[in-house]
């Protein structure tokens, strides 16, 4: 049996011995715990027989006594192995789940966007959350099994045989039942725990798509289709568990019968053996006892293998995970090089995602030097973001380079690279916590007086003042206590704060009203002087003022210069001007 479930999945047991290697210690005090248990479980059934035949039946008061008194030491060690049995099997079992999601996060902060809609985002929080919870109620188990089953089988196997071969015989004749009903519950439940799972991914996923989603739906009356999704989802789900436990509860009842008929048998077998005086009934009593836990603990490490499958289903899920390697990894690791002054290169470059087989940028080259802006517009799907993401290689090129300081990105360490990197992105992310904390995020030992400058240049201060608790001022999950254009300042502030050699604005000025857009450009001329600005834009206002305007059409640079150049040459940018410019100030062009 254990052979046939290791070679359905022999992945869970190697994934739990990995951190069970972790807790020796209390693996051993897990096993000393064990023996106390099966010392009381086993032992007063036997104290008990010789108290029946060889004290009660002889009138021996003083040997009742004897054993009397043995079993209450028995007893007290027997209750003290089991505290410590259940402390180590809880204090293992957590542990190791608390291991396992925390290299689960710390391997998926690794994960580069095409890891990411690999797995599906709702999927690798079911792996983190679910999974690993199958694997500690799984552990949990098999601790408080593995060792005392296998130790209370046998013993209880060489009991009865001292006390009776004949009625050993009957027990024997009941096992393979019991062990082949597991192996086929076993595989039945395997493909069960497997879409289990995946449905819970499919709830976990519509669920959060619904939440981040509430304001949709309702504009477009579509609470009811929303229900049927999700119950329809929920209905797979729940069908698949009820198959589950319907199977799980199919096990005990089948024991009990089994044990009972065992019973009979052997209560049919022994009335007939202590007639003819070859069976005591201290014998008779201590091996019902022996019986029980024979059976018994079979039961308990039927269950184990009854798990096992969702357990293994689980591992594999949480090994895939592990087990995946970003495509974005650190290569050579060269030291940062020291330059006078900073730059940025596209050598060539082209690219295409790793699930597609036509280039999103082709053959891009320009330049970026210390103190110059740099603007970049185009239509949508032109590939103005996607060129900015190579930057701090959130994708890697597929042809060509990215120089920074004149060094590949990629020859970068990761970290070193992104400190180099104020990333203003394109939705503005704030997490849950105070204004000043998220701040901080790019530099966590930030002062008032740096904090209150930059809040001040991203003319994020007067509305920061204007909250009871200022910078200590909680933003809410999601941000919904600030407003878009506000998100997008305080997004300014923390890439401020870090004080980067080049900053990246992905389309990050959309939310602000003219005014606080050119307000905002003009403090940021003179706080970034010896940067490179690096500015994606939808709004000509925001570009028409940088150094050098790069216009990209379909994965192409079509045009590159400066705005009233552009304005002359490029009909694509002159058509985009057009659109959002009056005829007086194209012609002041």
């Known amino acids: 049996m254990i052979y046939v479930l290791y070679e359905k999945g022999g992945l869970a047991m190697l994934l739990i011995w990995k951190y069970l290697k972790k807790y020796k210690k209390l693996l051993i005090l897990n096993m000393i715990s064990v023996f106390g248990f099966a010392l009381v479980e086993l032992g007063l059934p036997t104290i008990i027989a010789n108290m029946i035949d060889y004290g009660v039946s002889t009138h021996n008061q003083s040997y009742l006594y004897s054993m009397w008194f ?30 396992i999601r925390n290299e689960i996060f710390t391997k998926v902060q690794t994960f580069s966007p095409y890891e990411f809609n690999q797995f599906g985002i709702s999927s690798l929080i079911t792996r983190t959350n679910n999974d690993a919870f199958q694997i500690q109620m799984f552990i949990n188990v098999i601790l408080r099994t593995a060792l005392l089953t296998p130790v209370m089988v046998i013993i209880s196997f060489v009991m ?19 062990v082949l009903g597991v ?48 119950n329809e989802t929920n209905n797979q789900f729940t069908s698949y568990t009820k198959k589950i436990f319907k199977l799980m509860t199919l096990t005990q009842p089948t024991f009990y019968l089994m044990m009972n008929i065992a019973t009979l048998l052997i209560f049919y077998v022994a009335s007939t053996m202590i007639n003819v005086g070859t069976l005591q009934v201290g014998k008779l ?23 096992y499958p969702r357990a293994a289903v689980s591992a594999k899920r949480i090994q895939e995970v592990l087990n995946t390697n970003s495509h974005i990894h650190d290569d050579k690791n060269l030291d940062n090089p020291q330059v006078e002054h900073h730059s940025l290169v596209f050598n060539h470059v082209t690219f295409v ?7 999103v940028l082709k053959d891009i080259s320009f330049e970026a030097h210390e103190g110059e802006t740099v603007a970049f517009i185009g239509s949508t799907g032109s590939g103005k973001s996607t060129l900015i993401n190579l930057i701090p290689r959130f994708y890697d090129v597929s042809c060509g380079e990215v120089l920074v300081d004149g060094m590949n990105v990629k020859d970068y360490q990761m970290n070193v690279l992104r400190d180099k990197i104020g990333f203003i992105p394109q939705k503005a992310m704030l997490f849950t916590g105070t204004i000043a904390e998220n701040m901080k995020y790019g530099k966590e030992d930030a002062t008032l007086e740096e904090l209150e400058h930059a809040a001040k240049v991203s003319q994020s201060y007067d509305f920061i003042c204007e909250k009871p608790l200022g910078f200590d001022e909680v933003i809410t999950e999601s941000a919904t206590n600030v407003s878009g254009g506000q998100r997008q ?10 004080k ?37 834009a939808q709004r000509i206002s925001t570009i028409m003022d940088a150094d050098k305007i790069i216009v990209l059409d379909e994965g192409k640079v079509v045009g590159q210069g400066k705005h009233h ?11 985009i001007a057009a659109s959002q410019l009056s005829e007086e100030e194209l012609a002041y062009e």
């Open 565 to 575: 150049e552009l304005l002359k040459d490029c009909p694509i940018y002159h058509e």
């Open 500 to 536: 980067p050699e080049i900053y990246i604005f992905d389309d990050s000025f959309s939310a602000l009203d003219f005014k606080t857009d050119a307000t905002l450009r003009k403090a940021l001329k003179q706080e970034t002087k010896t940067s490179i600005v690096l500015i994606v």
């Open 353 to 359: 995602y790793p699930d597609s087989e036509e280039a």
């Open 70 to 99: 043995l079993s209450i030491v028995i007893s007290i060690l027997g209750v003290g192995g089991t505290i410590l049995l259940g402390f180590c099997c809880a204090k293992i079992s957590t542990s190791i789940t608390r291991d």
């Open 183 to 230: 192996i086929i519950v076993a595989k039945v439940s395997e493909p069960l725990s497997q879409k289990q799972q995946s449905s819970l991914d499919r709830l976990n996923r519509i669920t959060r798509e619904n939440l981040s989603g509430l304001k949709v739906i309702r504009a477009f009356n579509n609470d009811d289709y929303e229900q049927e999704r999700f």
């Open 489 to 498: 300042r305080l997004s300014i502030a923390r890439a401020l704060i870090k």
């Open 160 to 178: 009865t045989l001292r006390t009776s071969l004949d009625l050993s015989l009957i027990i024997a004749a009941t096992l393979p039942i019991i």
């Open 285 to 307: 009593v201590a091996f019902q006892d022996y019986l029980f836990h024979a059976m018994f603990s079979m039961m308990l490490f039927c269950s184990v293998f009854i798990m």
